[in-house]
Structures are given as C-alpha cells and as structure tokens.
C-alpha cells in the first residue's frame, strides 16, 4: 500500500459529477424499462453513458481505477490498493 | 404499514422553500400540496394529551398510472440532490418527527 493522490478538490468535483449521472442513468433505466420505445430517452441514455465513460476515464486516468477484475486500467506499480479508500474520501 | 404517521403542519406553510423554487426556476410540474390530514379516535381513558389530527404523505406517483413520455427534467445536479429526474413526480419529505419539542427524543 503506497499514498495514492490526496483527493483535492477536482477529486470531489469528478466524483460529485459520476454520481450525478449515474443517478441520471438509473432513472433513465428505470424509465426505459416501461418505456422501451421512447427513442428520445434511449438517445438521452446513451449520451449520459458516453459521458459517464468520459468521466470516469479522466478520474481514473488522475486518481487510479474505480472498478476491478478488468473493468478498469491500471498504472504502474500497480495502484488498486493505494489510499484514498471509498471511506476516507 | 407503508404509512408515517408525521405531527400535523400547516399545510400551504409546509413547504415554503418548494414554493420558492419553483418561482425561481419556472417550473409549473411541482406539487405543492402532498399532505393530508385525518382525526384519530381518541379513548375516554388515554393517558397521554391526544393528538387529534394526524397527517400522512401522498406522494405523486400514486396517481400517475403510466409516465407520458418527454415530461419536462431536472438537471443532473439537481436530480440527485431531489432524488428524481422528473419534477413531477418529486416528493419531499422533511421529518417532524422532533418539532415542538426542546430536548430528549
């Protein structure tokens, strides 16, 4: 375990931002599951999902992987287990 | 029991700050009553001061049987801060639980 980067404020801006439109996506999942033919909201969904992985590319290319187990890329050494954990954030 | 049984507020000053911001951002979809009221039966031999009305929140899903496609949204910092996308079918809820009292649970 070595110091990853102190989460600053862009930290927080990024991550305030995932959980934005990740709310936005599971409302939009939801929706679509009753509204499957709205080609609005599937557009709408599929550009929040584009934005999202745009997010999370430039969190996890500044303050190392949100997902494990392949779903995320690692630098080098090795940083899964660097701090700040998801509870010291 | 789904219910919360909440000690009764005024009902239009129940949400004043709601009231406000829909004013600011324009947006008519806000439903600004969502509480009612009814009156428990009160025993002869209740030991406590009763409470003679009680209220209970009725939020807007309730009546909106199927979602009509492209309602109005909220921005995405908004949403999460509110807790759905759409304004119509926000619900706030503030706990009442500890109003009127001064100390003590």
């Known amino acids: 375990m070595s110091d990853g980067k ?3 404020e862009a930290y927080y801006q990024l991550m305030t ?4 439109l990740d709310f936005v996506l ?4 939801l929706y679509l599951d009753t509204h499957p033919y709205d080609m609005q909201a599937v557009q709408q969904f599929n550009q929040f999902a584009q934005r999202r992985r745009q997010v999370a590319q430039a969190f996890e290319s500044r303050y190392g992987p949100l997902l494990q187990f392949g779903h995320s890329y690692s630098r080098y050494p090795w940083d899964w287990s660097d701090t700040p954990w998801p509870w010291q954030v | 029991m789904g219910l ?3 000690r009764l507020p ?3 000053a129940a949400y004043p700050k709601l009231e406000q911001s829909c004013e600011e951002e324009g947006c008519a979809l806000i439903p600004v009553n969502q509480i009612r009221t009814w009156r428990p039966f009160v025993g002869p031999f209740d030991p406590c001061p009763p409470i003679t009305r009680k209220a209970y ?3 807007p899903n309730l009546f909106i049987p199927y979602q009509p496609p492209n309602w109005p949204q909220f921005p995405p910092a908004e949403a999460l801060k509110r807790g759905t996308l759409w304004p119509a079918l926000y619900s706030p809820y503030e706990s009442r639980m500890l109003e009127g009292r001064t100390q003590g649970p």
Do not use: A, N
Request: glycine fraction near 0%.
């Open chain 1, 17 to 20: 931002e995932l959980q934005q």
């Open chain 2, 10 to 12: 005024p009902i239009r």
């Open chain 2, 4 to 6: 919360v049984f909440v």
């Open chain 2, 57 to 59: 929140l009725v939020p």
């Open chain 1, 6 to 8: 102190k989460p600053d």
């Open chain 1, 26 to 29: 599971v409302e939009l999942t």
